[in-house]
C-alpha cells in the first residue's frame, strides 16, 4: 500500500481530522500528510472541542452532540461509520469527563491521545484550568480508571490492529488497493476523474485509453479526426476542407502551464465551517470526501491552475484561465504537481510526476513556487532545519537540468521568491481562531504554541512569539530569494529560459486593502498559515500583470481567432 494511502487510511480513522502539515521538515518526502502523534493530538482536542461546543450551541447533552456530529459526517470512505464506531469506543470517556467540566485538553491526555514526551511539557490549547493542568488531568485519570483500548489509541499506526477497527480497516484498504479504474488508464498521467492527483491536477484526458491523446499534445494530423490535444478543437472546415486546429492555431504559439509548488501552490485549504460549531450541519461535510481524496488541497481553485468557480471567488482569473483567455487552443493545458510539504530539498522526488513529452508536447510555462518549506518545519531547533544558500542552490539547479531534458525547446521557467512569512504573526497573533469564536479562549497565538509543543508547527520560525526567530527566519528566506534571482539571472539551459519573481506580498496586501478589505482575510483561517483564496487569487493577477509587461513572449501571441472557436466549439467540452 503506498505510503500516501496509508495515511490517509490513517487520517480516515482520526475522523479524519486535517494533519495540516503543509509545510513540513525541509528534506522529507511531501507523500503527504505526516501523522505522529502530534496529530492524533491535535484531532482528538479538535473533535472534543467541537462537540463540547455543539452541547453549548444546542443545549443539550454530549451524548446527543457525538450523535449529531457523526450524522454530519458522509457515508463516503466509510467517514459515518468510523465516527460513530469511534463514539462508541471513546463516548462513555468522553461523556464521563466533559461532565465534570474537563476541557478538551484534559479528555485528550486522559485518553492517550496527547502524549508528553520525556523532558517535554504538557502540551494544551486553552488556558489551564484552575489548580493545573496536572491535577485536572490526574483527578480526569482517576475517574475513568485504566483501559488497555485508550493507552493504544494515541498510536496511529497501530490503530488498526484494535479488533473492533481491524474490520474496517481492511475494508478501507481493499478498496484503495484494487487497482482504481478512474486513477489514469492509459498511463499518460491524464485522468478523466476529478480526485486522486486526477483533473483537478492536471486537464482532464478525453481519451483514457490511449496514452497519446492527452492535453498538451501537438495536435495529430491536425486533429481532423479527433482531438487528440482535448483542447476541444477538432474537425474540418466543411467550406475549405482545412481542419480546425489548423486554421485557428497553426503558430499561434499555444503552450501549457505547470507548477511545480508547495501546499500554497496547491491551495492547501481547511474550511473554518468544519471548526465552527454554531453553523454545522449536513452540508458543512459534504465536501469532505473530495477534500481527502485531493490530500485537503484545492488545486480546482488555486491561484495557478483554478478553473471552478468557488462561492468566494473574487473577479480575479486563475493563470491558467487567463493563459487560456489569451489563446483558447491552450484549453485544458495544465498541471499542478505541488505537494503538501515541498521544498527545493524534496522537489526531485516528485518532478517525476510531471508529464510532457520533449518531441510531442507544445512547450510549457514552469513556475516554481515554494513559497515557505526551505525555511519552515517543525523542529524545535528550527535553524539548523532550514535550507542553506549552497544546497537551495545545487537543488534547484539539478531540477532545471532534469526540466531541460524533459521539456520541450522554448519553454520557460519562472521562479518564485520566498514570501516573509512575519506577516503571519503581525497580523494574527491577538485574533481569535474559529474555534476560540463561541467562548473567546483560543487566539492564533495559543493556536501556534500548541503546535509548537506538538511539533506540528508547520512553520516554527514564523509561527512564533520569539520576534528574534521570526527575524532570523525571514532574513534566511531573503537570502534563498536572493539565490533564485542569481540563478535564474546566470544559469542558461537549452529549452528553458529563466525567470525571477519576487512573491508579491505588499502588493496583494495594499490592493487587498484597497478594495475594502482586511488583512487577516488573506491568511487560511484554520491553519493560520497558507494564503487565502483571495490571496491566492490576486498573487495570480500580479504573476501575469508583471510577466506581460516584463516579458510577453513567454505567454505567447493573442489569438486572434478566439471569437470564432468559442462560436464554433462553445466550451470546448469543458474542463
Ligand atoms: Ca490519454
Ligand atoms: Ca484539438
Known sequence: MKSPRRMLLAASLLFLLPAPTPCSSAPRAPSGPQLSHGHACLGCVLIVSIVEQLTQVHNSTIREEMERLCSFLPEKLFLKSICYLAAEMFGPDVIKLLSLKMNADVVCHALHFCKQEPGQPLCHLYSPPQGGLKRALSRARK????????????????????PALAKICQKIEYILNTSL???????????AFPTWRGFYWRGRDCDDRNRDVHPGRRPENWDAQQDSNCNGIWGTDPKDGIPYEKKFCEGSEAKGLIVMGDSAAAHFHIPPEWLTAAHMSAQTFSNLPMALSNELDWPQLSGMTGFLNSASRSPDLSVYLRLRQRNRCNHRDYQ????????SGNLLKFLGSLSRNQLLDHPAIVVYT?????????KSDTESAMSTPEALRAHVLEALALLDSRLPRGSHVVLYGLADGRFLW????ARLHPLGQLN???????????????????????????????????????QLSNVLEEIAASEKFANLSLLYLDYPLKEISEEWQRRGGETWQLIEPSDGFHP??????????FFWDKVLRRWPR???????????????????GGH
Open 143 to 162: 475517574s475513568i480508571g485504566h483501559s488497555p483500548l485508550r493507552t493504544s489509541a494515541g498510536d496511529v499506526s497501530g490503530i488498526c490492529s484494535l
Open 554 to 572: 513567454v505567454l505567447g501571441k493573442e489569438n486572434p481567432f478566439n471569437a470564432q472557436i468559442e462560436r464554433l466549439f462553445g466550451d470546448q
Open 440 to 478: 473567546r479562549d483560543v487566539t492564533y497565538e495559543q493556536l501556534y504554541a500548541f503546535l509548537s509543543c506538538l511539533q506540528v508547527n508547520p512553520c516554527q520560525g514564523w509561527m512564533n512569539a520569539n520576534e528574534t526567530l521570526r527575524t532570523l527566519t525571514s532574513r534566511r528566506a531573503a
Open 181 to 191: 479504474p478512474w486513477e489514469d488508464a492509459d498511463g499518460d498521467k491524464h485522468s
Open 532 to 541: 487565502s483564496e483571495a490571496a491566492a487569487q490576486l498573487t495570480a493577477r
Open 370 to 378: 515554494m513559497l515557505g518549506n526551505d525555511v519552515c518545519n517543525g
Open 426 to 429: 503581525d497580523t494574527l497573533h
Open 336 to 343: 499542478n504537481i505541488s505537494r503538501n510539504g515541498a521544498s
